[in-house]
């Protein structure tokens, strides 16, 4: 296979680079300095696109590459992958489901935690020498507080297991009620949050999830209610979070993702109710691993002709 092109459209794995490298003919996107121009010079070689959760593969991208065959993506989510284009032109699309499920929900419950009990804001108080002019201020319990999910797939899932383990109430809002759980069913995004103290993001974005979190949720969430996002920035309407942290409309946030990343709302840094990480949920060693083999067992399965292990498209 080592003929075979393989775009790979950022730096976002170097364990995933080199073993693209020693198998295929590996094209480093980021090193092109005119985006259109290497696309057309080298598109007569590229069969495969090997993209992430930032930089996937668009209809400007494909529409540039008449060979391409398969786009193997390093992520679960693909809305940075136009999978119309790819479904018209006959690409195969992959992602890493169920490997990286275990990690994010463990980081949504590191994120509720950190915001209830206010970790990072304690973490500060030590190490800025405050501790020796008295105690920290109290915090808020997590055990036993009502856990809504916006969307319960493998993640969310994985979420609500957690959490219940820690006495909480579950209910959800999906498209569909599901038959293999007694957590509550609400038929809206706003009703779900009317009822729970804590929502968690954890829906696919798409045009009809963009945004779902809009002014009217978090007013129905309400000054006590705190909301995590795991999922994608656009869930939320950025500007209405900030604006409800800032006024005191919600009780606090813990974010993984932003609508404008790596650029973060400056409004939210000097806020000790708001935890801000930098879409690190699946960033672990072991699951980054498993996801690159994923990525390269898909990419191998397509050129040999056999069955793709996780196909989307
Ligand atoms: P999944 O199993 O496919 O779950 C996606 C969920 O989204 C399903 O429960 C689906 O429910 C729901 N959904 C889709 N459209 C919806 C709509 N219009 N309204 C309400 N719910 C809707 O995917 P997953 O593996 O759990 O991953 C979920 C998402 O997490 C990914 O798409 C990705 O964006 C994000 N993620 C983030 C990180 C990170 O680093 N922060 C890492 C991995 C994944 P129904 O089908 O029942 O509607």
């Known amino acids: 296979m080592e003929t075979v092109g393989v775009l790979m459209t950022k730096p976002f794995s170097a364990y995933l680079e080199e073993e693209l490298d020693k198998r295929f003919k590996l094209f480093r996107f980021w090193e092109s300095s005119n985006r259109k121009e290497f696309l057309k010079e080298n598109s007569h070689l590229i069969r495969a696109v090997v993209g992430n959760?930032?930089?996937?593969?668009?209809?400007?991208?494909?529409?540039?590459?008449?060979?391409l065959e398969i786009v193997s993506n390093f992520s679960v989510g693909l809305d940075k992958v136009d999978l119309v284009k790819c479904k018209e032109r006959g690409i195969r699309v992959t992602n890493t489901p169920d490997v990286l499920t275990d990690d994010v929900a463990d980081l949504a419950l590191a994120l509720i935690l950190a915001v209830l009990r206010r970790i990072?804001?304690?973490?500060?108080?030590?190490?800025?020498?405050?501790?020796?002019?008295?105690?920290?201020?109290?915090?808020?319990?997590?055990?036993?507080?009502?856990v809504g999910i916006l969307g319960l797939g493998r993640i969310g899932s994985a979420i609500a297991k957690r959490a219940n383990a820690f006495g909480c109430p579950i209910s959800y809002y999906s498209r569909s009620e599901k038959s293999n759980t007694d957590y509550k069913y609400y038929p809206s995004a706003v009703e779900l949050a009317a009822n729970c103290e804590i929502l968690v993001i954890a829906c696919a974005l798409t045009e009809e999830t963009h945004h779902i979190v809009n002014r009217e949720v978090i007013d129905a969430l309400g000054p006590q209610g705190i909301i995590i996002n795991i999922g994608r920035g656009s869930h939320i309407d950025e500007p209405e979070l900030v604006s409800a942290l800032v006024e005191g409309r919600l009780a606090g946030a813990g974010l993984d993702?932003?609508?404008?990343?790596?650029?973060?709302?400056?409004?939210?840094?000097?806020?000790?109710?708001?935890?801000?990480?930098?879409?690190?949920?699946s960033d672990t060693v072991e699951t980054c691993k498993e996801m690159a083999d994923l990525v390269i067992a898909n990419l191998e399965a397509h050129f040999l002709n056999k069955p793709l292990l996780t196909p989307a498209v």
């Open 53 to 67: 959760a930032t930089a996937g593969c668009d209809a400007e991208m494909i529409g540039l590459l008449p060979k």
């Open 120 to 146: 990072c804001a304690c973490d500060r108080y030590v190490t800025s020498g405050s501790w020796i002019n008295g105690n920290f201020k109290l915090t808020t319990k997590f055990s036993g507080k009502s």
């Open 257 to 281: 993702v932003f609508e404008n990343e790596p650029q973060v709302p400056e409004q939210l840094f000097g806020l000790d109710n708001v935890v801000l990480l930098s879409h690190v949920g």
